[in-house]
């Protein structure tokens, strides 16, 4: 069994900063991509952030150069880092892992619960 735990969410002023973590527990061999995707009310899920067991990393255009995925592939966690905080950012935030290999050799992808980020103006 894989789980996926968020935490560090909040609520935030305009313009300030908030960390959100991901623990991916459970018997997992490895990960390939880890994420970060976001749904506010009325609208559909989106991709914040990705980023591949490489390090490679991919940002939505409205979050270029204000938010930073990091992963820890040792720890099989990942975060994101959110400067520069602006209302429309206010979304429920899921933690996504895409090819969690796990020790008995299945693969597929899991979703966390989400955690919720809401910036005040």
């Known amino acids: 069994q894989v789980r996926l735990v968020e935490s560090g969410g909040g609520l935030v002023q305009a313009g300030g900063s908030l960390r959100v973590s991901c623990a991916a527990s459970g018997s997992i061999f490895s990960i390939n991509t880890m994420g970060w995707y976001r749904q506010a009310p009325g609208k559909q899920r989106e991709l914040v952030a990705t980023i591949t067991r490489g390090g490679s990393t991919n940002y939505a255009d409205s979050v270029k150069g204000r938010f930073t995925i990091s992963r820890d592939n040792a720890k099989n966690t990942v975060h994101l880092q959110m400067n520069s905080l602006k209302p429309e950012d206010t979304a429920v935030y899921y933690c996504?892992?895409?090819?969690?290999?796990?020790?008995?050799?299945?693969?597929?992808?899991?979703w966390g619960q989400g955690t919720q980020v809401t910036v005040s103006s």
């Open positions: 996504n892992a895409r090819g969690v290999v796990t020790v008995e050799l299945s693969t597929r992808d899991y």
